[in-house]
């Protein structure tokens, strides 16, 4: 089969059966929607909210989103696109609240891992994740789905509705950033 | 040291970390809470949707309608201390009023008027004939000349110099 069709089969067709799947109102869709969507949406998660623990939480949040509002989900456009707008608004509400104060402080905890093993391996996640936490969210949430989500420009504009020149920059400014924070690392 | 190497290098870098997968407890927790979540809500038919929103639709347009009279009426009440008494108020006695000019005419015409109700158009035809034949009885006899107005007081008709204008 041609590569470009694995590729639409391998994207379009599963939200397809996503979708009809919750069109016929099957409860283990819930199982199918965190395969296919919870190690993305996790990793999109701590880089907008730079914390694992604030994450989970949220993703918890947005699945019961999801399966509350699932008839609109069975005929949304695009799925991906859906349930990361759901997921996006979830962090930025738990964002909003604490400023306002109504949550408890985040937990400053690890949210990258260094594989054991590198002897350098705490002290290169911390500067890492320190280095990540100073860029703008919107340049950390491009980056961290392109590194660590192997997502491509195209990919990450649809998921998130934005050009992919947009994205493209937002990267590029991102690593700019990094080389200046991460330059003792560099040298 | 070229940019795109500097950029790759950074690259590089960041991929010695990664990010953890979720872990299976966390899995089995969300899976719990929205399978909960499942139960809880029922799925709504397609059809509800708009249907539902059709109905508070109407139902706001029909709140906003009440209120809107209610506060007219409450800004108005002041204004309207009484309802207006509306008096109907017949001529008892068309020879009483002497002040009508061509009064004999005018009481044969407005008799006829009376009697008949003009439903179709075989009674139409009749009252215009008996309204022809009046006028024409009139205008033979000659008309007498209306009484001159009181001071002050305004006529029925205007002075015309006769039916001959209307016909």
């Not at chain 2, 506060?71 to 008494?85: I, K, M, N, V």
């Amino acid at each position: 089969m041609n590569r470009s069709w694995d590729n639409i089969l391998d994207k379009i067709l599963p939200d397809n059966m996503l979708q009809a799947a919750l069109a016929r109102n099957d409860p283990a869709t819930v199982e199918l929607i965190w395969d296919r969507y919870a190690g993305d949406l996790l990793a999109y998660l701590q880089a907008v909210l730079c914390s694992r623990h604030d994450a989970e939480d949220v993703l918890q949040t947005v699945f019961v989103r999801i399966v509350r509002k699932r008839h609109r989900l069975a005929k949304a456009r695009r799925l991906d696109a859906y349930v990361y707008r759901m997921a996006r608004n979830e962090a930025f509400r738990l964002i909003g609240r604490r400023k306002k104060g109504r949550t408890i402080k985040a937990v400053n905890e690890s949210w990258l891992i260094v594989p054991e093993g590198r002897h350098e391996s705490n002290e290169l996640a911390e500067q890492l994740q320190a280095a990540l936490a100073n860029l703008p969210q919107p340049q950390r949430e491009v980056i961290v789905m392109k590194i660590y989500r192997q997502k491509t420009f195209l990919e990450i504009s649809r998921l998130l509705g934005l050009s992919p020149n947009t994205i493209a920059s937002r990267y590029r400014y991102g690593i700019e950033r990094l080389r200046t924070l991460l330059g003792n690392i560099i040298s | 040291m070229n940019e795109n190497t500097e950029n790759k290098q950074i690259e590089d870098i960041l991929r010695k970390a990664h990010l953890p997968e979720p872990s299976s407890e966390l899995k089995e927790r969300i899976t719990a809470e929205a399978a909960k979540a499942w139960k809880q809500t029922s799925l709504e038919l397609p059809w509800q949707i708009p249907v539902r929103r059709l109905l508070v639709s109407a139902a706001a347009a029909v709140f906003v309608i009440w209120l809107a009279n209610s506060s007219s009426d409450y800004s108005l009440a002041r204004w309207q201390p009484r309802r207006l008494q509306v008096e109907h108020q017949q001529f008892a006695n068309l020879d009483t009023l002497t002040e009508i000019p061509y009064s004999p005419i005018v009481r044969q015409m407005v008799s006829t008027g009376r009697s008949s109700s003009i439903t179709d158009a075989s009674v139409l035809r009749s009252y215009a004939e008996t309204m022809r034949n009046i006028l024409d009885e009139a205008q033979q006899n000659g008309v007498s000349k209306p009484p001159a107005p009181v001071e002050g007081r305004s006529r029925l008709f205007p002075t015309q110099p006769g039916f001959n204008s209307y016909s």
